[in-house]
């Protein structure tokens, strides 16, 4: 297996210290310069047997810099790895689940070694998307990924499949062969604050009670002036739900969209009623915790087996880049503090992170975390 | 200047940003950065001071919701009428109401939260008031009360009330004790429970409550123990209760029950069963003669005067009695005997008492089917009127026919009248029954010669509705006879019912131009006062007499007076139960009017009549007949 990071500033020219035609490219970009950029249909020109996937973003990760524009890419060679892109449509929230079924059905094949999703970030429900998935795959696939992202903005997500970004798609990328090994880790490293209070009233991912008062009433009087820059700012206070019954169901919900008619917040994946939700809040020193939390995870994973990665695929939340700012390199810092400077970094900040919970094999949709896949052949 | 490895990693970066290809550092940039850096270090620190105002803010809200409330739970608590205590799990006092240091006399100093159960009874002012040894008892018995499941205790204490503590334990391992004063309650319930079982007048043993005490006794029997169940029947009570009022029967039948008591051995049952009925339980009966001693007692004191409200009241009582091993007692049987043995001893004359034996079932199951054929005889027509005629001894004719029922039983052919007219009177049935001879008697007459009269018997029951005198006339509008041809006997029983309605019936029937005579004088009272209270046209000398002439002077001497009476009150006599010529001589000498018995004829059916009245197809006197019925 080889990794090469590409500097996309320079172009195709970069493609010359390429030890050989890459199987597998990751292109990450900035919304804008996703739709604008020729890079990506100029690579899938020049390497027509190779598989590229992608998607939009507010900020790019490459290596241990972010970029809130341009792109970044990744090309990737395997030896003993087979691999399988998978694209389905995803027209509306409603068919979220149908959509993970389906890409479940693409993907399932005995020798399934793992997968790494990619989808529509704002049109989606994460949690059922995951939930097709392992109706097919079962609850212990090894499933990651993420939701494309838009920064702040909130207005368009895209996924690039094969050198042209699309809308309303979710895309499966499934890893298969013994040689692959595939670890994760994902934390988040928010506090928890303020009253513990229940979702009274709510449907699918859409909240619109808590404590029999509007959702969106509480995001507001939290927000103060920056509740103008919803559905952004409301990730500035992500949801911790969990249900009082099985306390092993726990997630953090980040806000995807508010309707100021029903006073409701749709949030990145399902809330159930009568579950108990807590106000989070971020401080820059746990959430750097949280992603070397996560690292370290991830990084123990392949170690114990003695193998370094050779890849990290790193998704991130877009409320922890809103609310750290020019400090939000320091989580990518602190990541490659722990899994190796020399392991190449690329990912971008999401609408949502897929990942295995670190406490659950369980797999399923988390939000305002950070979530790593590392990637090492071995034969 | 500082190395740049040396430096905080955010200005590294910052720096690192604003370096310029060829190694030179734009100062502008870098201020920028580090300007925003600050900007969003500041706007980090003013969304943390709002959030924790905010948070303040709500948990202070929770905090006065949670006050409020706690200020209605305790006004709701301290408002319950039952007492509550809420423990924690280690038995310590959480929370308690007002009512709960009320019913225990416990200070709020007593009453901290933290206490335990056994300092708060300790403190009670009111178990204080209990001697050492009950104290102690009432205390354990709560303190002992488990503390892991629902239980309740019911407790005496020393001021008189009845307390019951709830125990219920709840999730957290704690346990609520809920007390509450139940003595108003227990006394209602008691007193409800003695209502049921007491008669509300004498403050005696119902039939509820005697059934039990019957059971009792089988319960405790001893081997080879015998009882007596009696039934009690006061005789003329009816009439005291009629002619004095309820409120003198009232007092009557509580004096009775006085007596009643006073007669009977403190383990002895009496109860009241109802109206003038009542019923005692003798226990213990060794001899048989034993409650024959005691119904002879009881009947000899229930006969003494009571003086009621300035009345003097007599009764009697009339007892049947079963005599049963108490092994084999069985309430119901035993009451139904003692009841049929009480039938007995009133068909005997009352102011007596019986002794029950099987035949008294047998006679009562014959009178059961005896009921029941004779509601069947009214509806299909198995009543038929027989005639007996009477003679004019002077004219030596017949003037008159008296109509006696006979009912011809499908089965067991001709029964006479003395065996079923008083079940018809039980039943209700005499007003039908005699409304069917009238009417059938005065349909027959219509045929015979006009000077020959028709004598129908009214039983004293016929009376009751007061509807009488419209049958009557009834009966003339109906068969057309002239109403001075019928004669209506009534028995001086009669006197016995309500007099004043009687008499007034009986004017009124007078006034339609019926006669009325007087019959079967002689063998009750007596009394002249009714000849002189009531204008009778005839007074028929009981058989009794008649039978007895010859052989017994004085009943020669009670005819010639009965009949010198009637001469002089210018009212006809008539003497029953002629059957020899001897008696018919002596009648005769005695200036007896009419006379009647089998020397002229026994009781013939309407169509040997005519016969009767001309033996000879002429109107002649009639001959004597013979003595078969």
Same mark, same amino acid.
């Given at each position: ?85 998978? /694209? ?11 959509? @993970?079924?389906?890409?479940? %059905? ?57 050198? %042209? ?8 990328? @499934? ?12 934390? @988040? ?11 009274? %009233?709510?449907?699918?991912? /859409? ?5 029999? %008062? ?7 009087? &939290? ?94 939340? /877009? ?28 990912? &971008?900040?999401?609408? @949502? ?27 | ?314 009764? =009697? ?64 027509? +198995? ?50 029954? =005699? ?26 029951? +016929? ?132 006379? +009647? ?33």
């Amino acid at each position: 297996m080889w990794v090469k990071q590409l500097d996309a500033a320079q172009g195709m020219e970069g493609l010359k210290s390429l030890p050989g035609n890459p199987d597998l490219i990751f292109i990450f970009g900035e919304t804008g310069s996703l739709q604008s950029s020729s890079l990506p249909g100029q690579l899938a020109k020049r390497f027509p047997d190779s598989i590229q996937l992608g998607c939009s973003t507010g900020t790019v990760i490459d290596h241990v810099k972010l970029s809130d524009e341009g792109l970044s890419i990744i090309a990737v060679g395997f030896k003993h790895t087979r691999i399988a892109l998978h /694209v389905h449509p995803l027209p509306d929230i409603a068919h979220s689940r149908e959509t @993970g079924e389906a890409l479940g %059905k693409l993907l399932a094949a005995p020798d399934l070694a793992g997968s790494f999703i990619l989808s529509e970030g704002l049109g989606v429900n994460g949690s059922a998307l995951v939930q097709g998935l392992q109706n097919i795959l079962g609850n212990d696939a090894v499933i990651s990924g993420g939701l494309a992202g838009d920064g702040a903005r909130f207005e368009q997500t895209l996924v690039t499949v094969n050198g %042209k970004p699309v809308s309303k798609v979710a895309a499966a990328l @499934g890893f298969y062969g013994e040689a692959i090994h595939i670890s994760h880790g994902s934390a @988040g490293g928010w506090d928890e604050f303020g009253p513990k209070r229940r979702v009274t %009233k709510s449907e699918g991912s /859409v909240l619109f009670e808590l404590d029999g %008062k509007p959702a969106l009433d509480l995001y507001e009087s &939290y927000l103060g002036d920056e509740a103008a820059e919803l559905p952004a700012s409301g990730l500035l206070y992500p949801l911790k739900i969990w249900n009082e019954k099985n306390p092993q169901d726990q997630f953090v919900r980040t806000i995807l969209a508010v309707d100021r008619d029903t006073k409701s917040i749709t949030l990145a994946g399902d809330i159930p009623e009568g579950w108990n939700a807590r106000l989070m809040r971020g401080s820059f020193d746990h959430l750097i915790d949280g992603a070397s939390e996560a690292a370290q995870h991830a990084h123990t994973k392949l170690n114990e087996k003695g193998i370094q990665a050779e890849l990290c695929l790193f998704v991130s939340c /877009v409320g922890r880049r809103l609310l750290m700012g020019q400090s939000t390199e320091d989580e990518v810092e602190a990541v490659a503090d722990i899994i190796g400077h020399n392991t190449p970094i690329i990912g &971008y900040y999401s609408y @949502g992170e897929i990942a295995p919970h670190n406490i659950s094999k369980v797999c399923g949709l988390h939000n305002q975390t950070v979530t790593l896949t590392l990637f090492a052949e071995a034969a | 200047m500082t190395e740049k490895q040396d430096l905080p990693p955010l200005l590294a970066r910052q720096v690192g940003k604003a370096t310029l290809p060829d190694g030179a550092l734009d100062a502008r940039k870098l201020l920028g950065l580090v300007a925003a850096a600050y900007e969003e270090n500041e706007r980090d620190r003013r969304r943390a001071d709002r959030a924790n105002d905010l948070m303040a803010q709500e948990l202070e809200d929770a905090l006065t919701a949670i006050e409020l409330q706690n200020m209605r739970f305790k006004a709701a608590l301290d408002n319950m009428t039952q007492g509550v205590c809420l423990f924690d799990k280690a038995a310590r006092m959480a929370v308690c109401n007002r009512r709960f240091q009320e019913i225990y006399g416990l200070s709020d100093a007593d009453c901290k939260s933290g206490n335990n159960l056994i300092a708060l009874l300790l403190a009670s002012q009111t178990l204080k008031q209990a001697d050492d040894m009950d104290r102690r008892l009432l205390i354990n018995e709560h303190i002992e009360m488990d503390e892991d499941t629902s239980c309740a205790l019911e407790q005496q204490w020393p001021d008189g009330r009845q307390i019951t503590i709830h125990r219920n334990s709840i999730a957290d391992g704690g346990f609520l004790d809920t007390i509450a004063d139940v003595t108003e309650s227990r006394k209602a319930s008691a007193q409800i429970a003695h209502l049921a079982r007491h008669d509300a007048l004498t403050d005696l043993p119902n039939r509820l409550l005697l059934r039990e005490r019957m059971q009792e006794v089988v319960r405790n029997a001893l081997r080879d123990e015998r009882c007596a169940i009696m039934c009690l029947d006061l005789d003329r009570f009816k009439l005291v209760n009629d002619t004095l009022g309820h409120p003198v029967g009232d007092a009557l039948l509580v004096a009775v029950s006085e007596r009643l008591t006073s007669l009977v051995r403190s383990n002895d049952v009496i109860a009241r069963l109802g109206g003038d009925e009542f019923a005692i339980i003798q226990q213990h009966v060794r001899k048989q003669t034993e409650p024959a001693q005691l119904a002879r007692r009881i009947i000899k004191e229930l006969a003494k005067p009571y003086v009621i409200e300035g009345h003097k009241v007599q009764i =009697g009582t009339s007892i049947g009695i079963e005599i049963v091993n108490v092994a084999e007692l069985n309430p119901d049987e035993a009451l139904r005997n003692a009841d049929l043995a009480l039938y007995e001893a009133k068909a005997q004359g009352r102011g007596t008492f019986c002794v029950y034996s099987s035949e008294m079932h047998d006679n009562a199951t014959q009178r059961r089917e005896l009921e029941t054929d004779l509601r069947d005889a009214l509806t299909q027509g +198995q009543f038929v009127v027989h005639y007996q005629p009477q003679l004019d001894i002077r004219e030596n004719s017949i003037n008159g026919f008296e109509a006696l029922v006979r009912w011809e039983h499908p089965t067991k052919g001709t029964i006479a009248p003395n065996n079923f007219i008083p079940v018809c009177e039980e039943l209700g049935l005499i007003d039908e029954l =005699g409304k069917f001879v009238m009417q059938t008697a005065c349909t027959d007459a219509t045929q015979w010669p006009e000077n020959i009269n028709i004598a129908v018997n009214l039983s004293p029951l +016929q009376f009751r509705s007061g509807n009488l005198p419209d049958i009557v006339k009834g009966a003339i509008a109906l068969s057309g006879i002239p109403a001075s041809r019928l004669e209506l006997e009534i028995t001086e029983s009669v006197m016995l019912e309500d007099v004043a309605s009687v008499l007034e019936q009986l004017r009124s029937i007078k006034r339609l131009n019926c006669q009325v005579s007087l019959d079967d004088f002689g063998t009750g009272y007596s009394s002249l006062s009714y000849i002189r209270n009531f204008p009778f046209d005839r007074i028929k000398i009981d058989q009794s007499f008649v039978k007895d002439l010859g052989d017994n002077p004085d009943s020669l001497a009670i005819i010639r007076a009965v009949a010198g009476l009637c001469g002089s009150l210018g009212i006809k006599s008539t003497a029953e139960g002629v059957e020899t010529l001897d008696q018919l001589d002596i009648l005769t000498r005695e200036h007896c009017d009419s006379a +009647q018995g089998y020397l002229f004829s026994r009781p013939v059916p309407v169509e040997e009549v005519h016969a009767l009245i001309y033996p000879d197809g002429l109107p002649k006197q009639a001959k004597p007949k013979g003595k078969a019925a």
